[in-house]
Structures are given as structure tokens and as C-alpha cells.
């Protein structure tokens, strides 16, 4: 098929649709024949639409949360150790203020990459409390 140049090219907008433009082949049945130009319309004017998502409102900016506080010092009293230690099972449930004050030394935690005795990531919860219990343990 040759090439038609661009200054020899019919006008036409996005929204003008021509049913002679449909290559029927050689379709001879007048409703096969409709039903093609009406799904070459139907295409033709779902491509005319607008993009759904280039409309869409830009995302609110990201809120930066500053923190202030980097370290803490606590003193913790330690008494005398048991003479038997048995492995112990903790289920603890924490008041909100207490659960965001453990999320945060967990998270801070992971945001350092820090690792526990046995060189586990501080991910979890459980992980937390361990590194803080290890470094109680040092001391």
C-alpha cells in the first residue's frame, strides 16, 4: 500500500468516525458487514476516550515524619539471677501507648539493621525484645 503524505492527508478530528475507513474483505452478508463498522466504531470511540488515569487528581504530598529523639538512657535495676532459669514463653498485651512506644524501638531497630546475639535481623517483635533483653544481659 503506498504511503500517503502527511500534507495529503484528509483532516479529520479524534472524534470523527467514518464507516467507509472499514476494511470488510470480502464480506458480502449486509448484517456481518454492519456488525464489523459497529465494532470498528465502538473501538474507534473507546480510543477517542480520555485517560481515566491521566484525569486522576496527583497524589497528596508524602508527610515526613521527623524524629527527634535518636537514643535513649534508662536506668534498669537487676537483682541477683535465679538459681534455675527455665525458657519462658511471654504473651503480653499492650495498651496503646505502650505499643507504639514498642513499635517504635522495633522499627527503629529494623531501620538500623540491627541484629541479634545470634545474628537474626530485628524484624519482629519478638526479635526486638530479645536485642533489648541481650543488651541488658551484657551489662
Known amino acids: 500500500m503506498p504511503l500517503i503524505p502527511a500534507d495529503q492527508m484528509p483532516d479529520s478530528t479524534p472524534g470523527d468516525f467514518d464507516p467507509d475507513t472499514v476494511r470488510t474483505g ?5 448484517v ?5 463498522i459497529e465494532a470498528a466504531r ?10 481515566p488515569i491521566e484525569e486522576e487528581s496527583p497524589a497528596p504530598p508524602v508527610q515526613v515524619i521527623e524524629r527527634r529523639v535518636e537514643t535513649v538512657t534508662v536506668g534498669i535495676p ?3 539471677p535465679p538459681h534455675e532459669i527455665p525458657n519462658l514463653h511471654i504473651n503480653v498485651g499492650l495498651t496503646r501507648p505502650h505499643a507504639h512506644t514498642f513499635a517504635r524501638l522495633r522499627q ?4 538500623k539493621h540491627a541484629k541479634t546475639a545470634d545474628g537474626r535481623d530485628v524484624t519482629y517483635a519478638a526479635d526486638a525484645l530479645r536485642w533489648l533483653l541481650e543488651r541488658i544481659e551484657s551489662c
Open 32 to 36: 456481518k458487514i454492519a456488525a464489523k
Open 26 to 30: 470480502h464480506i458480502k452478508d449486509p
Open 42 to 51: 465502538v473501538k474507534h470511540d473507546q480510543a477517542t476516550l480520555p485517560n
Open 108 to 111: 527503629a531497630l529494623a531501620d
Open 78 to 80: 537487676l537483682g541477683e
